[in-house]
């Protein structure tokens, strides 16, 4: 039997477009995702770094110049992909956080950050497992509010974040 | 009406069926009134088929392939020659032209399909950029601090980020992204607007 080239070549797509996506997806994805929330005052007032902050003191001081950084508020939780997690921050700031998709080592995700009812930002992004994404800015009593989101599949806290023990009451894991 | 001299002269024709349609009609109005002209007419006739018997009609069972094998025998001309030469390879090459096409579309779609990693290096390059472009309002003067800590950092255009911003909205006029990606770090600094 010939075969010609567009038979072989329809046959090989035919193959590749119907086969491969089991493939593709057979391997289990992670579907939760734990994220990770830091609410940080920083001002100029040298009062030096909250001990609270543990690892995040180095990489605060080496991406802003403030001289005081206080842990307000830590909060912590898990979803799934699709649902969307609350956390209620420090200042009357609400953060709205909604894992999209898990692609490799990527976490898609929605972040809205609300001042009260007000929405202040929304982004779209994908974050490095274990990465993180700093917001800050905003007043917050003399300084400013430095918010560091961290997101995992893994379910471990990524380095960057503070240490959990001791954080001040009002900052409740949700 | 014709005279016999005239018709006479267009018997052999007319016999043939050779005239001309009016002439056809002379003769033949002449010949239902003329005996004589009648009489050389069938005298035609008959010489014809006569000689039509006598002759033999040759085969031509064969003809036309001896034609052509005769033809074919015939010296080609260079020109000629080198045009189905080049004909030919134009064929080959056509057909090498399509297992190429057939080949590279299914590698195309393998990596298409199958290789979510080559996505993802595809996108790397474009990922600073498009988290830059997206920020309503790039780099814009954040406050002074912010500036003196990462002046001397790698940015975001630069370097392998951290974070894919595909979308990013807010209200105010003063946003700035930067990475910081040997601490797996990305900024959206949203100061407050005065």
Known sequence: MTLRPGSLTFLIIAITAFGTPGLSYAQPAPK???????SVMAADTNEGTDPRLGPMDKKLRGLFGFSTYSLIGHN???????????FTLPGGKILHVQPRAIDNDMIAMEIVLFDGTRPMMTTDLKLKNNGTLIVGGPRYEQGMMIISIGASTGGVSPPMQAQVVGTPAEANTH | MAECGEISMMLGA???????PNEMQEVAFHLARCESCT?????YSTLGRDLRSIAAEPSLAGFSSAVIARVDRLPQPVFTRIARFLRRQADSVGTGFAWSGAVAAVA?????????????????GANSTTAIATAEHEAAPAANQVAQATANEPTMADNDSHADISRLESEN?????????????????LPDQP
């Open chain 1, 76 to 86: 912590e939780g898990q979803t799934d992909c699709g649902k969307m997690i609350a």
């Open chain 1, 32 to 38: 939760q995702v734990f994220v990770y929330i830091d």
């Open chain 2, 39 to 43: 009489g050389i007419l069938a005298d």
């Open chain 2, 108 to 124: 195309v779609m393998t990596i298409i399909l199958m290789t979510p990693y080559a996505r993802q290096f595809a996108n790397r």
């Open chain 2, 14 to 20: 007319f016999e043939d069926s050779e005239l001309e």
């Open chain 2, 173 to 189: 006029h003063s946003v700035a992204v930067w990475s910081e990606p040997r601490r797996d770090t990305t900024v959206i600094w």
